[in-house]
């Protein structure tokens, strides 16, 4: 018995596969406006902006403020996102002759994936964040003694915290006495004699 394939099916699916390509496409626009904000407040030394302050300073050069962008967890969320939704509309808008059963699955895969990566960065590391300060110009700290970072004023009569320079390279931390001498033990073994 012979069964031929179903026309039927093949009209039902095209709409389908076209419908995702849309939403898919100005998820890059959108996510790129963020993006390119953030960088504007890298290079322009706003360091009202907690990620700005902690990861640029004045000293640094223009090409390493710009770096910056994924140097820190929130930054490098927004700059994987960005990533991601680049390459998803640019398989969004691939012409899809040969495999167009796949279309939707990969959309899906790729859409569930962008807004873990979009999750993160609304409800955990969001990069636009501000430190706030009390009226007696302390950093508003949590029970655990950490700088509350947050978009609102966390209360009433709190101020932005304005420095007039931010932590840069210099607040990555040193390395450990231990870490540099398993170093130099690693580095003279494998030095040639």
Known sequence: MHFA????????????????AAPCCSRFPLISLAAAALIYLLVNNHYEVAFVYQVTSKSMPTYLKITA??????GSLVFWG????????AVALRKWE????????????????????????VFYENPFARYWQDSMGQILTDIDGKPIVSLLAPMQGTTNFLPS????????????????SIHRCCTSALSPL
């Open 165 to 180: 320079d931010g932590q840069g390279l210099e607040s990555a931390p040193a390395p450990t006495p231990a870490w540099s």
């Open 98 to 121: 040969r495999d167009r059963e796949f279309l939707p699955w990969v959309i899906v895969v790729s859409s569930i994936t962008l807004a873990f990566f979009l999750g993160l960065v």
């Open 82 to 89: 960005w990533l991601l939704s680049a390459f998803t509309s």
């Open 5 to 20: 394939p179903s026309t039927a099916r093949e009209e039902f699916s095209a709409p389908l596969v076209e419908v995702p």
């Open 69 to 74: 962008w994924w140097g820190g967890q929130a």
